[in-house]
């Protein structure tokens, strides 16, 4: 199986700020990875697919990149409502494997 | 406009069992594998499921082979979870999503969600 390592766990930032968050593959995922936010009690919404391709009607300030086993997520001018908690996901390969999820917190 | 309709769900003790329905609209179900994806209370996302437009083709994490059977009706446009032998650490919410099987471009990799559905199981 795949093994996805998503750092940090848990951040905290500003309004305003960029932030980057890291997933690591444990073998290379020919760029099938894909990035998630999800609020409390909510459901996943995809921000990003195909490492790099920003779903339609989410903000540019997410932006997605990386190859082989490395991938990040940035966010450029952190708003309010980007708080929140983040998951990569691979689907190269069954059986697919999600990042252990990082919570963005209001500093 | 593409909806996912769960339905299902509840408690029930350990070695119970429960099937989990999700119904499509707005897309051509068909031409659609799907999954389904569970989270803990209090934790990540696990992918558990998932098979293929036609139903022929099916996969399942370790955790859940053996136990659960995915399914597809596509003449109801609907989407089912079989959970047999339920284990306490079964207990999480679930959802359905469509599934990038057989999609070169990623671009159906778990673009649109199911509003989720609770599993508690306790004795």
């Known amino acids: 199986d795949i093994q996805m390592t998503q750092s940090p766990s848990t951040m905290s930032a500003s309004v305003g700020d960029r932030v980057t968050i890291t997933c690591r593959a444990s073998h290379d995922i020919n760029n099938y990875l894909a990035w998630f936010q999800q609020k409390p009690g909510k459901v996943p919404k995809r921000l990003i697919y195909?490492?790099?391709i920003l779903q339609s009607g989410v903000p540019s300030r997410f932006r997605g990149s990386g190859s082989g086993t490395e991938f990040t997520l940035t966010i450029s001018g952190l708003q309010p409502e980007d708080f929140a908690t983040y998951y990569c996901?691979?689907?190269?390969?069954?059986?697919?494997?999600f990042g252990q999820g990082t919570k963005l917190e209001i500093k | 406009e593409v909806r996912l309709l769960q339905s299902g769900g509840g408690w029930v003790q350990p070695g119970g069992s429960l099937r989990l329905s999700c119904v499509a609209s707005?897309?051509?179900?068909?031409?659609?594998?799907m999954s389904w994806v569970r989270q803990a209370p209090g934790k990540g996302l696990e992918w558990v499921s998932g098979l293929s437009g036609s139903g022929q083709t099916i996969y399942y994490a370790d955790s859940v082979k053996g136990r659960f059977t995915i399914s597809r009706d596509n003449s109801r446009n609907t989407l089912y979870l079989q959970l047999n032998s339920l284990r306490t650490e079964d207990t999480g919410v679930y959802f359905c999503?469509?599934?990038?099987?057989?999609?070169?471009?990623?671009?159906?990799?778990?673009?649109?969600w199911g509003q989720g559905t609770m599993v508690t199981v306790s004795s």
């Open positions: 999503a469509n599934d990038p099987l057989f999609d070169p471009t990623g671009k159906n990799a778990f673009e649109f």
């Open positions: 996901l691979q689907h190269s390969l069954d059986p697919y494997t």
């Open positions: 195909t490492t790099s």
């Open positions: 707005g897309l051509s179900f068909s031409k659609f594998p």
